[in-house]
C-alpha cells in the first residue's frame, strides 16, 4: 500500500505536535514539583530562625572575585579589560 504525500506529511507533523505537547506536560510537572519541594525549604528554613546575609558582610577575596568577574565580562563582551569598571558588588542569598 502507497501512502500520498499529503498524508506522510500531516502523520509527520501531527507527531511533532504530540511529542512537542508531552514534553510541555513533563516540564511543567516537573516544575510544578520543585516549586512545591524549594517553598518547603523556603519555609522551614525560616521557621528555623535562618536569617539571610546581611549586605554588610564581608565577601572573602574580594579583589579575586572583582577580578575574575571583570575578566569573564571582557571576554562576552569583546571589550578591553581596562575599559570595565565595576561600581559595586552586593552577595545574594
Do not use: H, W
Amino acid at each position: 500500500m502507497e501512502y500520498s504525500n499529503a498524508f506522510v506529511c500531516l502523520l509527520g507533523i501531527g507527531t511533532v505536535f504530540i511529542g512537542l505537547i508531552c514534553i510541555i506536560i513533563i516540564c511543567s510537572l516537573i516544575g510544578f514539583f520543585v516549586r512545591k519541594f524549594s517553598k518547603d525549604e523556603a519555609i522551614s528554613s525560616v521557621g528555623a530562625g535562618n536569617t539571610p546575609a546581611s549586605s554588610a558582610e564581608e565577601i572573602p577575596n574580594r579583589q579575586e572575585m572583582i577580578a575574575a568577574i571583570s575578566a569573564a565580562i571582557a571576554e562576552a563582551s569583546g571589550k578591553d579589560m581596562s575599559a570595565i569598571r565595576i561600581v559595586s558588588v552586593k552577595k545574594i542569598g
